[in-house]
């Protein structure tokens, strides 16, 4: 694999993860991290659609007039989606139910329009299919991690199965409610996006405003802060 290949497949890990770096796809990763399953099934079902939407947009891509590339690309995208949840109300029917209409929502998911809009209507279809596996990867680390964390301690198991005597049955786990809730899928990626950014220190922003303006706030805080004290 060459340098550009390999670049596409696996920048999207962890120097340019889609949810910790760019900021999308939050909406899935809050409601269907709450168990490790649910978390795994959309994993996969995303970076299936994401990996062959990618394909076929890059196949396609001289061949669909620009006034109308975006319709061509949600109409492959939910073709793959339609496909992948058909698949999951056959052979996975009780998933299916508890992923609800978030399958359906991987449609409308920034992730999916952005890599097939900006990456593979400009590149080749191996490249394309890199890329969209890639991006599908750094999606579904970030929500296996925080799957795990909600359903160890949100509920003591993993996959379903015990790993935490719970106290209800005798044990010493006592079950933290909060973690079974979106808010705590919203706060463990925000500590997974501070941790980053404090190991890779690249990733931080820079401030919009110049050092000078930053300056002048500061100063102009600390006399109002004085002002209040001296009344």
Known sequence: MDRSNRHALLDPLIDNNPITLQILGLCSALAVTTTLATALTMSLALT???T?????????????PR???????????????VMVDEILQAYAVEMSKRLSVFVSLIVTNCIVLGRTEGFAMQHDVKRSMLDGLGNGLGY??????????????????????????????GGWFQ??????????AFLLIGLLIWALRT????????SELPESALV????EAVGDGLARSVR
């Open 199 to 206: 190991w890779k220190r690249a990733q931080i922003e820079p």
């Open 140 to 169: 579904s680390l970030v929500l296996i991690l925080v799957g795990i964390v909600r359903e160890l301690l949100g509920s003591g198991t993993l996959l379903g199965v015990s790993v935490f005597p719970l106290a209800a049955d």
């Open 52 to 64: 062959f939407s990618s394909g076929i947009i890059s196949a396609l891509r001289r061949h669909i």
């Open 67 to 81: 006034s109308v590339r975006l319709i061509v690309q949600i109409t492959v995208i939910s073709s793959l989606v």
């Open 175 to 184: 079950p933290l409610a909060l973690m079974l809730m979106p808010p705590s």
């Open 216 to 219: 002048l706030s500061e100063t």
């Open 48 to 50: 299936t659609v994401l």
